[in-house]
């Protein structure tokens, strides 16, 4: 049972595809969040990452930790649609085995520090039970660029 599904994470996070990387949240509470990514055949970083071994590369792992985390960040936030969260840290990565075409990655992350606009996360992703992968994350909100409005072109001197 999803406490987010992918349409409820896209009101939260910005991503988008083929970069969103969280697809359902079990598990939602002020210290600590489960995600879920489904890691398809159809992922397009499998035509390089090897085309015959297809194998996640660690750092999309993360970056789905990363996410995860981002979700939990930005829920409590009530001006979210106005804020981004950004990694700047990670500290502790280690893999433990490959991710393939048809696993379904468990992301659990918890939070260690909040202050402000940083917060500290440590989190593991797992498949069937066994730890694939695990990093601290520390990411930090801040408000998104105001984008200039569209300048008309100067007229062309004949």
Do not use: W
């Not at 599904?5 to 969040?33: G, K, M, S, T």
């Not at 398809?40 to 499998?46: D, H, K, Y």
């Not at 520090?113 to 917060?119: F, G, H, M, P, Q």
């Amino acid at each position: 049972m999803s406490i987010l599904d992918v349409n409820e994470i896209r009101q939260i996070l910005p991503h988008r595809y083929p970069f969103l990387l969280v697809d359902r949240i079990l598990e939602l509470d002020a210290e600590r969040i489960v995600g879920i990514k489904n890691v398809t055949a159809n992922e397009p970083f499998f035509n390089g990452h090897f085309p015959d071994f297809p194998v996640m590369p660690g750092v999309l792992i993360v970056e789905a930790m990363a996410q995860t985390a981002g979700v939990l960040v930005l829920k409590s936030i009530p001006d979210r649609d106005n804020k981004l969260v950004l990694l700047v840290s990670v500290d502790g990565a280690r893999f433990r085995r490959p991710v393939v075409p048809g696993d379904q990655l468990r992301i659990e992350m918890t939070l260690l520090k909040r202050k402000d606009t940083v917060a500290k996360m440590a989190g593991k992703a797992t498949v069937d039970g066994k730890v694939v992968a695990e990093a601290e994350v520390m990411c930090k909100i801040q408000d998104k660029p105001v984008s200039a409005p569209e300048q008309p072109a100067p007229a062309s001197a004949e």
